[in-house]
């Protein structure tokens, strides 16, 4: 039975990486290989020579094709052997392939799916901004973390941290407080409603403090959505929203590389600023995610307290057991 992991599809570099030269990643641990053909569409294979198992990331790019650097074997973008320079006559056979993977350009990054056959079927994350003209795109990170990517958007739907681990940036002290937040299962997943949270930053653009509605959606176990409307008192310009998607590479069950991709209203705020903020933001949940121990998540209800306030925390959990998620978790 194949894993679920291998039917969803991951992020693996920043598409601006991968050019003509051979561009080695890792996905759940294993090594892969990506470059440009002629088209400049991405390819990807196994990072490893079915000839004599060296590394094809160590090879180089010819005429669209990757050839191998021990033997100069010669591999199209799907793994097809089209060359074998010391029988340049032979005919390569099915024996002769490179395993391919699925390759596609979402978002400003690269995915993958493991998973070729099936990979018209594999699960996106869902983030309805991306097509949404009137939001501005911006990507933060990459961002190297060791632990497991459940740990991540478990962190990332966690809102009662936000007082003391983002104590005077996205919460104060003094306003800990969690209304109770409503959690209903979708089709795809489950989303989390009618959640809200005091803010004295309540975006990068952001003047004064004020109450923040939060909505969040989960489809992809390493992935979600998050909405958040600020209160009309707290300075934002009218008709502001912002939604954020975290994308992670789950490079081993404990060590992670996370983007967030971000979708803002406001067209006009410097750059440098918006993605300042966010990088500040994770620098502070970084250390606090490295601490957790065990690193990967744990499902069993027992083996962590759970309080009202971790609604959203359980509905993923129960999230990741439905879809018989097995990496990154204990």
Not at 63 to 74: E, I, N, P, S, T
Not at 121 to 143: C, D, H, S, V
Not at 256 to 278: G, N, P, S, T
Request: glycine share 6%.
């Amino acid at each position: 039975m194949t894993p679920i992991e291998h039917l969803l599809w991951h992020p693996v570099c920043d598409a601006r990486q991968v050019q003509e030269e051979p561009f080695p990643v890792v996905l759940l641990e294993q090594a892969l290989v990506l470059w440009r053909d002629q088209n400049g569409t991405v390819c990807g294979l196994h990072d490893r020579c079915p000839h004599r198992g060296a590394s094809l990331s160590l090879g180089r790019v010819c005429h669209g094709q990757l050839q191998c650097a021990y033997h100069g074997w010669l591999f199209a973008g799907q793994g097809d052997c089209t060359l074998v320079p010391a029988l340049p006559h032979f005919q390569p056979g099915p024996t002769q392939q490179a395993k391919a993977v699925a390759v596609a350009e979402r978002m400003g990054l690269v995915w993958v799916c493991l998973d070729v056959a099936n990979a018209e079927q594999a699960i996106w994350p869902t983030f309805a901004a991306e097509w949404n003209a009137g939001m501005r795109k911006l990507n933060a990170g990459p961002y190297d973390v060791a632990t497991s990517a459940p740990r991540i958007v478990e962190n990332f739907l966690d809102m009662s941290h936000f007082s003391f681990v983002h104590d005077g940036w996205l919460g104060e002290a003094g306003h800990s407080e969690i209304p109770d937040i409503s959690s209903q299962e979708s089709e795809t997943g489950f989303k989390i409603t009618q959640s809200q949270v005091w803010q004295p930053n309540t975006s990068a653009l952001s003047t004064e403090g004020g109450m923040v509605s939060y909505s969040y959606e989960v489809n992809h176990p390493y992935s979600a959505v998050l909405t958040k409307i600020p209160d009309p008192q707290s300075g934002v310009p009218p008709g502001y929203e912002e939604s954020i998607v975290v994308c992670i590479l789950p490079k081993s069950p404990d060590s992670c590389r996370v983007w967030f991709r971000m979708a803002v209203a406001d067209f006009d705020a410097d750059v440098e600023d918006v993605l300042a903020f966010q990088d500040k933001i994770f620098s502070q949940d970084k250390p606090v995610l490295e601490s957790q121990m065990p690193r990967l998540l744990p499902l069993h209800a027992k083996t962590e307290s759970h309080v009202a306030s971790d609604k959203a925390s359980v509905a993923y959990r129960r999230f990741l057991q439905k879809l018989a998620v097995t990496f990154g978790v204990c």
